[in-house]
């Protein structure tokens, strides 16, 4: 039969953000796939070398869009390790909430979203509903819903008072019995399991050559999380699980990122009974828009809900950074996954693969 | 093990100076390297236990008219990371690919060309775009290219000569 050369996205109801895959397709089969990413690139990375340390806060959660909170953290964590900085504990508890509130929105959105390329068409509306309450969340807290330039070198912008921890506890004991009810409506949908098992395998070895981390390598039985072997701000005094899975394919990727929001929950009600009272802010060095950080550089990662996110930051000792590189999450699997993954899948299993794989547009172009 | 140990041993195996290995905090410490050891630090790395290739990238000493070159590998199970960092001259940039070590160190290669203009030899993608669509000026992220500069000479400004603002009762309107 003969080859045809089709593009996958950007427009197309299975992609996520605007990114594009050239795919070679014989009859349904791919044949071979390339990515094509640079749609949504933004200099960030130029940018920052050009802003001063404490202006870069408000440019960096548009990294990553549906889950800014992490770039924030991350970018405050190298600079905190640059400048030898040891943040207050309440401050630490206070960031350990607000990226755990992040991963449940972020989760949320994946597991509804496969309604998407599936045609389980309630689902996402449901989980875009729970989400929303996150984002309530989010807007008490730091005022604003989406991007919070809430977490800064030295600590959290301010405190969170009584009454609203209570009110994350509500949401959150609401969300949690609603869980149930997504278990209902997604994984135990008979289209779910037709369209997802067996669905977009990925074998260990892939995934380790590849260099994916995050729900893609631990649905291969790999349990590697940075939580637990580089444990950051206060993750090493939580009480968690770590959920893998022994065969990965489409379902069990999606049914892990269910498990992790049940440990988010857990983690959050942790936090909100332990926290403890005290400042959440050091100064760093004198005025913030004067800040200048030591000479050196340093490398800070989280994870985040796709695996390993970091920032590598270089001061020279001046007011902005010297140099900052990006090291997406979804970097591995959404570039050389694409190409070396995607092949001998069929065609419209390319939308389910994306979509559990965790492809995230903005922070591969940056 | 913990870092001292690792370090030591590093110290010792691959006959490395002192000064050249630098902590950075408990979990993360970097080593410079001559560029021409590279690929025999990263390989003898690899055997240790640091096989995951995190990241690869640029820094642009411009002043000191060198690129410095930054692996950053992580090793699960000594849970160290380290950044593996060598300079490489600005005239005429070039370094041994990693591909044969790490094939997915391939488009990581592929970025810091596109953006650097450093060739990576070995690397099948050297001098091919990915991100950057139809770019005709120098590799941006080098610390001489001005942004603005380019994109006033590839924008030029325009005079709207015949272009009125619209009174407020016409917009209404």
């Known amino acids: 039969m003969k080859e045809v050369k089709l593009f ?16 070679t397709v014989d009859g349904d089969t791919v044949k071979k796939a390339k990515p094509n990413p640079g749609m949504l690139h933004r200099g960030f990375e130029k940018l920052m070398e050009r802003r001063l340390w404490l202006n870069n806060i408000a440019l960096i959660p548009r990294v990553c869009v549906p889950e800014p909170d992490l770039n924030e953290a991350v970018y405050s964590m190298a600079v905190e390790k640059i400048q030898n900085l040891e943040i207050p504990e309440r401050a630490k508890y206070i960031r350990v909430l607000m990226m755990e509130l992040a991963r449940i929105s972020v989760h949320m959105m994946s597991i509804g979203g496969i309604g998407g390329p599936t045609g389980v068409y309630t689902a996402p509306n449901w989980a875009l509903a729970d989400r929303d309450l996150i984002l309530d969340i989010f807007e008490k807290i730091t005022g604003h819903r989406v991007y919070h330039m809430y977490i800064v070198p030295g600590g959290v912008r301010q405190d969170i008072d009584e009454k609203t921890f209570r009110f994350i506890e509500n949401t959150i004991r609401d969300i949690e019995k609603r869980l149930k009810d997504y278990k209902e409506i997604i994984f135990e949908s008979p ?5 997802l098992k067996g669905t977009a395998p990925l074998t260990k070895e892939q995934a380790l050559n590849w260099g994916v981390t995050g729900p893609g390598l631990r649905s291969t039985g790999e349990k590697y999380d940075v939580r637990k072997q580089f444990p950051y701000f206060v993750y090493d005094k939580l009480d968690f699980d770590i959920p893998v899975a022994d065969k990965s394919d489409a379902f069990t990727r999606l049914y892990l990122k269910y498990l992790e929001v049940k440990q988010s929950i857990k983690i959050i009600k942790q936090v909100i009974n332990k926290i403890p009272k005290g400042k959440v802010r050091l100064k760093l060095t004198g005025t913030a828009l004067k800040w200048k950080i030591k000479k050196g550089e340093a490398y800070g990662k989280v994870e985040s809900s796709r695996g390993e996110f970091g920032y590598y930051v270089v001061s020279d000792g001046g007011r902005s950074p010297y140099r900052v590189q990006v090291r997406g999450a979804s970097y591995p699997q959404g570039l050389y996954g694409i190409e070396a993954g995607l092949p001998e899948t069929r065609l419209e299993d390319v939308a389910i693969w ?5 492809v995230c547009a903005p922070e591969i172009d940056r | 093990m913990n ?19 630098k902590k950075i905090d408990s979990k993360q410490f970097k080593a410079f390297i001559k560029n021409s050891q590279i690929i025999d630090f990263l390989t003898y790395l690899k055997n240790i ?13 411009v002043d000191d008219n060198k690129f410095e070159i930054v692996y950053n590998l992580v090793s699960w199970e000594l849970e160290q990371n380290i950044l ?4 490489i001259s600005r005239k005429n940039p070039k370094i041994t690919s990693v591909i044969n070590i790490w094939p997915a160190a391939k488009y990581y290669e592929w970025d810091v060309n596109e953006y650097f203009g450093i060739d990576f030899i070995g690397n099948p993608n050297n001098g091919k775009e990915l991100f950057l ?20 000479n590839k924008f030029p400004e325009k005079d709207y000569k015949n272009f009125k603002m619209k009174k407020q009762s016409e917009v209404i309107e």
């Open chain 2, 133 to 152: 669509e139809n770019w005709d000026g120098p590799p941006p992220m080098r610390k001489d290219f001005d942004p603005l500069k380019y994109s006033k």
């Open chain 2, 84 to 87: 593996v960092k060598t300079d």
């Open chain 1, 191 to 195: 289209i779910i399991h037709k369209r």
């Open chain 1, 354 to 358: 994306l979509d559990t794989m965790g």
């Open chain 2, 3 to 21: 870092q001292n140990e690792i370090i030591k041993k590093i110290e010792n195996e691959f006959n490395i100076d002192k000064k050249d290995i």
């Open chain 2, 49 to 61: 236990g640091f096989w995951q290739l995190s990241l690869i990238t640029a820094v642009d000493w």
């Open chain 1, 8 to 23: 996958h996205g950007p427009n197309h109801p299975g992609m996520h953000g605007n990114f594009s895959v050239h795919l």
